[in-house]
């Protein structure tokens, strides 16, 4: 029963052609777009979302389809590393560059 479940759930996934964009992708962005340096954590607590959805964030934000961006990244110590958002370019269609 939990096996057709997660087989339902997979297809109804599939078949809404999900595009990895989301209300947590805005967050994100809103938080980190004042150029500061910032740590997972922090976003994290600021956003609602999990440490590694916004690793993935992050990553997706330096693709081509969501505009090239730079997000620099340094290390801090104790395994911790802080992140840079830099918005590449400053066009009327921010938002569509976004992907949201």
Same mark, same amino acid.
């Given at each position: 029963m939990i096996i057709q479940y997660i087989i339902?759930? %997979? *297809?109804s996934l !599939?078949?809404?052609d999900f595009d990895g964009v989301t209300h947590q992708? $805005? *967050?994100i962005f809103n938080f980190i777009n004042d150029g500061k340096w910032t740590t997972l954590r922090e976003i994290a607590a600021a956003?609602? /979302?999990p440490e590694a959805s916004i690793s993935a964030h992050l990553r997706d934000l *330096? !693709? /081509?389809k969501y505009g090239s961006? %730079?997000?620099d990244k340094r290390y801090v110590g104790n395994g911790v590393y802080q992140y840079r958002f830099i918005f590449n370019g400053t066009t009327d269609d921010t938002q $569509?560059?976004?992907?949201?």
């Amino acid at each position: 029963m939990i096996i057709q479940y997660i087989i339902d759930r %997979i *297809r109804s996934l !599939k078949s809404n052609d999900f595009d990895g964009v989301t209300h947590q992708h $805005e *967050r994100i962005f809103n938080f980190i777009n004042d150029g500061k340096w910032t740590t997972l954590r922090e976003i994290a607590a600021a956003t609602g /979302a999990p440490e590694a959805s916004i690793s993935a964030h992050l990553r997706d934000l *330096r !693709k /081509a389809k969501y505009g090239s961006h %730079i997000v620099d990244k340094r290390y801090v110590g104790n395994g911790v590393y802080q992140y840079r958002f830099i918005f590449n370019g400053t066009t009327d269609d921010t938002q $569509e560059t976004l992907g949201f």
